[in-house]
Every structure is written in structure tokens, then in C-alpha cells.
């Protein structure tokens, strides 16, 4: 088969479109300073599918050059940049599944990724690439068969001006869309992580973008997660810019993005929005008209921001709607959706709406009007790799994927209520619901981070904690203040009975991928020895923390 041609699927037909109609730059890396076209990408992908095909043995493909079912996994070690994007689509484009894997995970992690799917390739970044980057070779006494490591090629010359010599679709080359074609281990808090096996499909462009409506997306998080794939390959083969950002930037260096006018759609969560309002207002409020222009105008610039893993507080709304001058648009997603299954065109911190479900999703809840979010599609998830119990679990006897979040109807919208798991703690016999606490704890003036956590009491099954950052220059609080606080918003069943303010130097504990990692700060400052630096009332006590209106107990006595 000639190097440069493709399968016939919507990847490479939209990659071949995309290099005719924009010649241009498609990927700006800030973390190295680099361009990179779509001419230059197809010609680097060429070359490390040569590099794939040179490394395995013949037995591992059919007559076409396409990685045979038993051969598909290859692992993919590179930070988010255009040897990721790269990296992926010469996998792809062999028929292969790609395997992310973080950079500078444990020896042991690694082993275990590459072991579960037997893979005998991983692909790594030139060293050049790599600098200020640790990659973690399979260990060979772990690993049960040879792995091979082969560098991907990222080169940044224009060999030859004519796009399309360099990617020819094969018409009657046909990759199945349901063919597997990535796989995220899930963050789990405790053990190895189960193996998400998604469909190439969830890699497909969704529409083609024109001139008029090309966006410059920023690309920011790690590309092992869901959020880090999905927010850098379907854009850019849609035709939009990708903007690279080294996920975990500090608030500064995004800022000078955004004061630079270098993007014009962001997906962020409530904690990087808070992140930056924090620096927005420590460091500019003291600025002249003159020296905020640049960064009023850089945020003004962005068309689209979009939300998504959490709502946000009613503040943090006002502050980037009046900012940007555009609404903050609610994105609904999970890993084993394959990324986005509903959106809301404008945010209401007071109605936790996810809106409506995306074209090609069917979406429905487990009791008709409520309960768990249900769902089907063509990016939903095949299959946990090698765990049949889970993925049996996973789905329900009509094949819709169970999501563990429940919601109820408003109208055609859906109303998220929460994690069925986490985000409800048993107190007595009331089932409290933890995002509006930790909403109306964010909606305090004083708190800059709020984080609830059950702790377990034998009286009670478990108590409210409250994990809270107080703002600069609030330094005193008392948990009867807090509770007083909260009460004009709050029934008095869902009030914290245990507060732990964060001092200098400590953080809440998180995740990989950023979310609250609710175990370990339920160890690290509430239980054991931390219990000591954590002042608590009792649940509820007669008198004067009796209920004072309807509904302060659930109705339950």
C-alpha cells in the first residue's frame, strides 16, 4: 500500500478537507513556541505510520496495511502538543485503538496499562520533544512480551506545498466506526483504574466549520483524560485553531493568553474560572483603565466559553458573562459517553440544568420524569477492557449506559441532581444533597474554595464537613457563623456541623484530572489526628437549632 494513503472514514476525509481549505497554521503550541500546519501534520503522520508499520512484525496487519483485532492497542506517552495530535491519528490510520498514558506516572502504572492490553508498540516524543518531560519505559521483566518504543516524527518543514500529495482516501478502505479507537483508564481514588474502551466514532468530527464560524479553541488539559482528547482532535478536524496551554498553568500565564487575543473558545470548569477571578482580582484592581484595557479587550475576544463538570456560583456567572460579554454555555459530558452528550446555551447557578441532549444522543432517565441519567449513542463506550462484570454493570438490559447521575424533568430539560454515589450524605435518616451546599458555601463573600465531606459518626451515620479557603484578608470564622450564614439559603438539615479552614501552604486534595479526591482530605483534615484542628456542634440539638421554617428537616422528624 503507498504511504500516503488513508482509510475512506470521516477522520481522514476531514482531515484532507481541512488541509485544502485552511493552509494556515492549525495548531499553536505556547509551551514551545511552535506552528504546525495541517501540511505539516499530514506529512509527519505519514512518516510515524511508516515508523508503525517498519516496528511489527507483518502478522500484525492484514493485506492492507490494517492492524489486525488481536494487534490493536498501541500506547501513546506524550504531552499535550502536535506530537500528541500526531502520535494519535498514524495510530489511527493503521486501524489501530490509541492509549494515552499520563507522562510521569509510576513504573508500575505504566506496566499494568501497557500489560492489560497486550500492546507491542508505545509511542513516544522525539527527546527533543520531551525536555522537562519524564517518559517511563516498560519494564522488561513486567512486561509478558517484547514492547517496542518508537520515536514519533515532528518535523516542522513544508516539504512540499501541494496538501493533498500527501493524503489520498482509499474509497473502498473502510474502517467500521465501532471499531475500537481509544481507551482512558478511568481515575479511580483507590486501585488500578478500569479501561474505558471508546469507538472511533467518538473521535469523528461533529461539523465542519466555515471561515465565518472558525474558532481558535483552547487546548489545556491532559490528554489522558477525556476532556484533554476531546478538546483538541474533533476540533481540529473540524477546522478550528487549537491553542496549546501546558495543562496546570498558573492564572498569570493565562491571563497573558488571553490579553494576547490567542483564543476565542474556552471549556473550563468552576474551579479554573475561579482560579482566574481570584487573579483577576488580587492583581487588577489597582491597574489604570489604561494597563486593564488589554485584558478586558483579550477576554472580550472569546465567543465562546463553555462549562462543564460542575455549576457555577451565581457570582462566578456575573463576573465572566459581564467580562466576556457572551453566556456561559453548560456542557454535560463523561469519559464513557465519549465526551459531550448535552448542552445549555446559558447558565442558571439556581437551576442546575444540562440541558438538552446533542444530536445522534438518546438520553432519558432510569423512572420516567427522574432518576438515573440514561444513555445511548454512537460515542458511548464498548466495553470495559477485560472486566465483563463491570461492563455488564455498566449498562442496563436495553443497552443504555448507566451514567450513576440522577436528574428530574423540567420541561424538555434535564435538572442534574448529582453523583447517585458521591454527591449525597447520609445524615440520620436525610439524604443531603452536596452540591448546593457547596454552592451556597461558594456564595459566601468570604469563602474563596469550598469542599464537602461525610464524615462518618456512628450517632448519626455520618456529619457534614465543611473543607473551606477563606478570601484574602477574611482570616477568623467560627462554624455558628457559617451556619448562621447559610441559613437564610439553606435548610437547617443541610447546615455543616464540622468546618476545617485551609491555612497557608495546605490544598485540597485532587485527582489527575482535577476533581476533588473527597477521601483523601476526609483523612488528610478531618479524621484521626487532623481531628484536633476541626471545631464541630452536634447535628441536631434541641433549642435554638431547631427548624424555623418548612422543609428545614426534608419533612422528616
Keep these: 500500500m503507498a504511504s ?34 495541517y501540511t505539516q501534520l499530514i506529512q509527519n503522520i505519514v512518516a510515524t505510520r511508516k515508523s508503525i508499520r517498519d516496528a511489527l512484525p507483518a502478522s500484525h496487519f492484514d493485506n492492507r496495511g490494517q ?4 494487534s490493536i492497542w498501541i500506547g501513546l506517552q506524550a504531552p499535550l502538543s502536535e506530537d500528541f495530535v500526531v502520535g494519535c491519528l498514524a495510530i489511527l490510520s493503521v486501524g489501530g485503538a490509541v492509549m494515552p498514558i499520563a507522562i510521569g506516572i509510576l513504573q508500575e502504572e505504566v506496566d499494568h496499562f501497557l500489560e492489560q492490553t497486550k500492546c507491542a508498540l508505545l509511542l513516544t516524543p522525539s527527546k527533543s520533544a520531551t525536555k522537562g518531560h519524564q517518559i517511563r519505559e516498560p519494564t522488561p521483566e513486567k512486561a509478558h512480551r517484547h514492547i517496542q518504543s518508537v520515536a514519533i516524527t515532528c518535523s516542522h518543514a513544508d516539504q512540499c506545498a501541494d496538501d493533498r500529495a500527501h493524503l489520498q482516501i482509499d474509497e473502498t478502505l473502510k474502517i467500521p466506526s465501532n471499531r475500537p479507537g481509544l481507551i482512558l483508564f478511568t481515575s479511580g481514588t483507590t486501585g488500578p483504574p478500569k479501561g474505558a474502551v471508546l469507538p472511533r466514532h467518538a ?50 500565564e493565562y491571563w497573558e493568553l488571553i490579553k494576547q487575543q490567542r483564543v476565542t473558545k474556552v471549556v473550563w470548569g468552576p474551579m479554573a474560572l475561579a482560579k482566574l477571578k481570584q487573579y483577576y482580582d488580587d492583581n487588577f484592581k489597582d491597574l489604570t483603565s489604561t494597563e486593564i484595557e488589554p485584558y478586558v479587550s483579550g477576554a472580550r475576544a472569546i465567543q465562546e466559553m463553555c462549562i462543564g463538570s460542575a455549576m457555577p456560583t451565581a457570582s462566578l456567572q456575573k463576573f465572566w458573562e459581564s467580562l466576556v460579554d457572551a453566556p456561559l454555555v453548560m456542557r454535560y459530558a463523561s469519559t464513557e459517553s465519549g465526551g459531550l452528550i448535552s448542552t445549555l446555551s446559558k447558565v442558571i447557578p439556581s437551576k442546575p440544568s444540562i440541558g438538552r441532549p446533542l444530536p445522534g ?73 452536596v452540591i448546593p451546599v457547596e454552592n451556597g458555601l461558594l456564595n459566601l463573600p468570604y469563602v474563596a474554595e469550598a469542599v464537602i465531606v461525610a464524615v462518618p459518626d456512628s450517632a448519626c451515620a455520618n456529619q457534614l464537613g465543611a473543607l473551606l479557603r477563606l478570601r484574602q484578608g477574611d482570616n477568623q470564622l467560627s462554624l455558628s457563623q457559617l451556619r448562621a450564614d447559610l441559613a437564610n439559603s439553606l435548610p437547617a438539615y443541610t447546615l455543616p456541623t464540622k468546618l476545617r479552614i485551609l491555612h497557608e501552604g495546605e490544598t485540597v486534595p485532587r485527582t489527575a484530572t482535577g476533581k476533588v479526591n473527597k477521601k483523601d482530605a476526609l483523612a488528610t483534615y478531618f479524621i484521626g489526628s487532623a481531628a484536633k484542628n476541626v471545631e464541630t456542634c452536634a447535628p441536631h440539638t434541641k433549642g435554638q437549632n431547631e427548624p424555623t421554617k418548612a422543609w428545614d428537616w426534608a419533612g422528616l422528624q
Design 4 to 37: 500516503n494513503v488513508f482509510p475512506n472514514d470521516d477522520i481522514f476525509s476531514s482531515l484532507r478537507s481541512c488541509a485544502e481549505r485552511f493552509p494556515g497554521t492549525c495548531i499553536n503550541n505556547s509551551s514551545n513556541g511552535i506552528s504546525t500546519s
Design 67 to 70: 492492524l489486525l483485532d488481536k
Design 203 to 252: 473521535l469523528h468530527p461533529r461539523e465542519s466549520c466555515t471561515e465565518a464560524n472558525r474558532r481558535v479553541h483552547l487546548s489545556d488539559r491532559m490528554v489522558h483524560w477525556i476532556g484533554g482528547v476531546i478538546c483538541t482532535l474533533p476540533p481540529l478536524l473540524e477546522g478550528h485553531i487549537i491553542q496549546v496551554l501546558k495543562p496546570g498553568s498558573s492564572a498569570e
Design 361 to 433: 444522543v438518546d438520553m432519558k432517565l432510569s423512572e420516567g420524569k427522574n432518576g438515573e441519567i440514561l444513555i445511548k449513542g454512537p460515542r458511548v463506550m464498548l466495553y470495559y477492557l477485560n472486566n465483563e462484570k463491570a461492563t455488564k454493570a455498566a449498562f442496563d438490559d436495553k443497552g443504555y449506559f448507566r451514567t450513576g447521575d440522577l436528574a428530574h424533568m423540567e420541561g424538555d430539560e434535564f435538572i442534574f441532581e448529582g453523583r447517585a454515589s458521591s454527591d449525597f450524605v447520609q445524615v440520620y435518616a436525610y439524604r443531603v444533597p
